[in-house]
């Protein structure tokens, strides 16, 4: 099976500038998440998606951040204009239900997107 | 003070020691406990979800201790591949948010 899929994988921009992240979670999987993890700190949900509706976005900074799952599937988030202290790895997840709360049913990862702002 | 809470470590052991984490949770209305496991570089991966009656899964225990609002995970017999940084994660009930802890980091020497 397929698990979740992001690019790019590293990603190099200058503060101001602006910068997308792709994620395509695994087959089925109605659930999606999108983390900010920086170096030393656990993963900080910024959006979650049910299908292709919001679930929760309370900690995403909406003046520079966005995040889209127009047909349920693929999910982009966008940084514009990047600052500093954005530099982390972006991480995409998928569950196949809200629940994620068993072992078949839980939240999996992808590689991340490394962000350096400079 | 913050929701999930963890002491970041590290904590250095040897090979064949036994190492506990404890991770501390502030919303008593939390209902759903796991520990992921985070290698450098990579992904968080579910080590194992925390039941209230406690649960093992080979060398590894996880308990759940609702009066003191705080989780653990006992590592039995540490092997050098169990160096990694373990993630608590939390969420409240009747909530779908996970909130994750900052981590443990756990390194294993010879």
């Known amino acids: 099976e397929a698990g979740v899929a992001q690019s790019p994988r590293y990603k190099i921009i200058e503060k101001r500038q602006s910068v997308a992240f792709w994620c395509n979670p695994i087959?089925?999987?109605?659930?999606l998440y999108w983390y900010q993890q920086i170096l030393g700190q656990g993963p900080k949900l910024l959006i979650q998606f049910q299908n292709n509706g919001v679930v929760d976005d309370s900690q995403l900074p909406k003046d520079r951040f966005s995040a889209e799952r127009l047909k349920g599937v693929d999910s982009t988030l966008k940084i514009q204009p990047a600052k500093l202290e954005d530099s982390a790895v972006y991480l995409c997840a998928s569950s196949l239900t809200l629940l994620a709360v068993t072992s078949t049913d839980t939240q999996y990862f992808g590689p991340g997107t490394r962000l350096t702002v400079l | 003070r913050k929701e999930v809470e963890q002491d970041p470590g590290p904590f250095n052991v040897p090979e064949g020691a036994t190492v506990a984490f404890n991770c501390t949770y502030s919303n008593s209305a939390s209902q759903s406990f796991f520990w992921y496991r985070q290698d450098c570089r990579k992904e968080p991966k579910l080590l194992m979800s925390?039941?209230?009656s406690g649960n093992e899964d080979g060398r590894f225990t996880a308990q759940l201790n609702r009066a003191s609002q705080y989780i653990s995970l006992l590592i039995r017999d540490s092997k050098l591949s169990d160096s990694a940084t373990y993630l608590c994660?939390?969420?409240?009930?009747?909530?779908?948010?996970?909130?994750f802890g900052r981590g443990t980091s756990l390194i294993v020497h010879p």
């Open positions: 925390v039941y209230s």
């Open positions: 087959s089925g999987h109605a659930t």
């Open positions: 994660v939390v969420k409240p009930g009747g909530s779908y948010i996970p909130t």
